[in-house]
Nanobody, 124 residues
Framework: QVQLVESGGGLVQAGGSLRLSCAAS????????MGWFRQAPGKEREFVAA????????YYADSLKGRITISRDNAKNTVYLQMNSLRPEDTAVYYC?????????????????WGQGTQVTVSS
């Protein structure tokens, strides 16, 4: 089993920045891909970014490129999501997910492990 704990969410004004963290514990050696997803009220879950745990290959949602950066610290078993130039439409619960496959990327249904989510609210 892998446990994921997100942190770093909060309330920020439009144009501001936040850095989310996701700490993994347990059988972390089984992780190949770490991803971030978000879900706004009344909307479907949306892929945000993913990173290959070993080689660091990175994937971003096209709509968010240029405003977000995903990174990892293997020594801390932690993945980060830096979000800049935040907009009210970025308001959502942000979830961290882990997969035992290197090919899942944006396919949320294929991630085996999920965190509890952290709320990000962007005020206008």
């Amino acid at each position: 089993q892998v446990q994921l704990v997100e942190s770093g969410g909060g309330l920020v004004q439009a144009g501001g920045s936040l850095r989310l963290s996701c700490a993994a514990s347990g059988r972390t050696f089984s992780i190949w891909t770490m991803g971030w997803f978000r879900q706004a009220p009344g909307k479907e879950r949306e892929f945000v970014a993913a990173i290959n745990w070993s080689v660091g290959r990175i994937y971003y949602a096209d709509s968010l490129k240029g405003r977000i950066t995903i990174s990892r610290d293997n020594a801390k078993n932690t993945v980060y999501l830096q979000m800049n130039s935040l907009r009210p439409e970025d308001t959502a619960v942000y979830y961290c997910a882990a997969a035992q496959s290197s090919t899942v990327v944006g396919a949320g249904a294929l991630y085996e492990y999920w965190g509890q989510g952290t709320q990000v609210t962007v005020s206008s």
